[in-house]
């Protein structure tokens, strides 16, 4: 169904709309402003006017999935991507601010990290990448859109309060999206902390931990105190060898967004978190229904980087307007191909966006009548 809103096609062509439409017309089609043709029918309305349309625009599929599938052996292990999630002030903030902290600047100059909204976290063990706690709609949104971002969850449950409503969606999020939860049972240093409490809490709902015979992962952790804080990225790093974590660095960059705003300084910035290639600067590029060049590759600590490999967030610079989170992230070869695929899905978008309003006003049409 490879339509385009005639009104596009007038302005990509640098004719009046009404010119299209009267032309159009002439050859028996009636159509207005807002309204869609296919690509038939576009292609004889500009070759009427000279012009030629490039199918290429209408084949994104083939533009986007030609690639190979890997070879095991140009697989190496990319760090986990982990996203905190609990319920209301059971300290998830408190523990990535800790994470962040002690982990970001050790031996690391310049340590001041940048809101970006993801960070990788090093160890001497391994990097690990956070997602900078979406919120639990923000994580079932980008799972509902098809991206899988995160490979692991911690559960963060206050040993004082614990199990509560949102620690039961949050396990149900993990469940439905099939990730791995890691339970950090926060805030042991509270005189009324009860960790068994939580244990049993949690295996009446099906979280068992190892030691009754289960297979989650348990670490007793205080934000305040920053105790525990090791075990607990042992443990993360510990999954993520169960789980295999690997990607292709040596090929074009795909990925997903986390998070997007319009910089009035810089345009269109884009945190993507990169999921497989290497992602590099001039790099042209497809992110939802935008597409660019990448002009700047900004780290988590704002950084200017040339480049991103798997599980590495950057800010992306260059695009020709806001994505949203959860959209996907492709490097192309060629930047014609990412102009063509980009302004087409644009189309595709305004053409869905215009049906549904002209819908709306025939209704309300129809009300008056
Ligand atoms: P969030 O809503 O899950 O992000 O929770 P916050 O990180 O904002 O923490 C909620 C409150 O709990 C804040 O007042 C924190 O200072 C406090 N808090 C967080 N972690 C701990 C901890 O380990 N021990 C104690 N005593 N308080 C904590
Ligand atoms: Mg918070």
Known sequence: DDTIVLSDLAKRMGIKAGEMIARLMSNGVMVTVNQTIDFDTATLVAAEFGYEVEKAAFEEETILHTAQPDDPENLSHRPPVVT??????HGKTSLLDVIRKSRVTAGEAGGI?????AYLVSTDKGHIAFLDTPGHEAFSAMRSRGAHITDIVILVVA???GVMPQTVEAINHAKAAKVPVIVAVN????PDADPD??????????VTPEAWGGDTIFVHVSAKQETGIDELME???LQAEVLELKANPDKLASGHVVEAKLDSGRGPVATVLVKEGTLKTGDPVVCGVHHGKVRALIDDRGRKVDQAGPSHPVELIGLSGVPMAGDEMV????????KQV??????KQRAKELAKTSRLSLDKLYERM
């Open 113 to 117: 990290t940048q809101h970006i909204g």
């Open 159 to 161: 040993a004082d309060d």
């Open 187 to 190: 805030k042991m240093d509270k």
């Open 331 to 338: 490097a192309l070869k060629d930047e014609k191909d990412a």
């Open 197 to 206: 409490r939580v244990q049993r809490q949690l295996a009446e709902i099906g």
């Open 342 to 347: 980009g302004q087409h899905r644009f189309q």
């Open 235 to 237: 443990m993360i790093l």
């Open 84 to 89: 905190i999630m609990g319920h209301v002030d």
